[in-house]
């Protein structure tokens, strides 16, 4: 069994899956970085999802995350894996079927008036972070627009499935609110 460690990146440096080596900072390696962070806070908020059709969905996105890095490392020869304007459409549809059983949008509610969706908001918040650094990419070099779509609907399933999630225990933003 190969070893998990190579000491090859002990100076700061690390390979592309072409062999190319580039420093840790390097923007693409932020990318990875974020979006291996946001598929694990998606998993941390999944331990505690109740309804089943929700965990699904997330479960569903944390595969796809894991394709994103794919594409955006390896330019998506055939074979590898793919994101694709059909999860895009999945993620809609899965968006659609949570506001609607809230009712709609209505407004931004703030995080933290249950642990399940303030997970979710924080994982939402990082998935923008990795859509803002795979835009930060695309300005110079090729990137795959659905993965660039999916990242933005992404977000946005966050964020509906945090609100539906935490149903009945929301804090409304109030622009006006009192101070203490």
């Not at 069994?1 to 190319?20: C, H, N, Q, V």
């Not at 795979?134 to 509906?160: G, K, M």
Request: glycine share 8%; aromatic share 6%.
């Amino acid at each position: 069994m190969a070893k998990i460690y190579t000491r090859s990146g002990d100076e700061g440096s690390t390979s592309l899956p072409d062999g190319t080596r580039v420093g840790k900072a390097d923007p693409r390696i932020e990318l990875y970085g974020a979006l291996d962070e946001a598929n694990c806070l998606i998993g941390l908020a999944r331990v505690n999802v109740v309804d089943s059709n929700v965990d699904a969905v997330l479960e569903f996105l944390q595969h796809r995350l894991f394709n994103c890095a794919g594409c955006l490392a390896t330019g998506q020869p055939s074979g590898q894996p793919s994101v694709s304007a059909e999860d895009v459409a999945s993620l809609e549809a899965a968006i659609d079927r949570f506001t609607d059983r809230m009712g709609g949008f209505r407004g931004f509610m703030l995080p933290g008036c249950d642990e399940t969706s303030a997970r979710l908001h924080v994982a939402r918040t990082v998935v923008r972070r990795a859509e803002r650094a795979v835009a930060h990419v695309a300005a110079t070099e090729p990137v795959d627009p659905n993965v660039l779509a999916f990242l933005n609907r992404a977000s946005d399933l966050l964020y509906a499935a945090a609100r539906f999630s935490g149903a009945g225990n929301e804090c409304v933003w109030r622009p006006d609110a009192q101070r203490p």
